[in-house]
Nanobody, 113 residues
Framework: QVQLVESGGDLVQPGGSLRLSCISSAKLFNDYPMAWYRQRPGKQRELVAKIAGEGTTEHADSVKGRFTISRDNAKKTTYLQMNSLKPDDTAVYYC???????WGRGTQVTVSS
């Protein structure tokens, strides 16, 4: 079964930046769309961004202009660059393989002074 492992979560001050990474164990990765979701305290899991195999991206309105999803197919890795972080971005961030419906275990991002 495909496994996804996230990393890069941390405690950061408002206005700071982080880059999350998600490594896939899948043999086939290049053509598979990937996504980042997050679950903020007391709220449902929500889509943050997604990326197609060839690189087309979509971002949630709440993160447009601040977050960028990308991928390196040679490394089977999906990234989420997060800039201008706000306390409201505090959440567990999950990587998701859309076609295979596989979730990573999540990585905690805390934005606080």
């Amino acid at each position: 079964q495909v496994q996804l492992v996230e990393s890069g979560g941390d405690l950061v001050q408002p206005g700071g930046s982080l880059r999350l990474s998600c490594i896939s164990s899948a043999k086939l990765f290049n053509d598979y769309p990937m996504a980042w979701y997050r679950q903020r305290p007391g709220k449902q899991r929500e889509l943050v961004a997604k990326i197609a195999g060839e690189g087309t991206t979509e971002h949630a309105d709440s993160v447009k202009g601040r977050f960028t999803i990308s991928r390196d197919n040679a490394k089977k890795t999906t990234y989420l660059q997060m800039n201008s972080l706000k306390p409201d971005d505090t959440a567990v961030y999950y990587c998701y393989d859309i076609i295979r419906s596989r979730w990573g275990r999540g990585t905690q991002v805390t934005v606080s002074s």
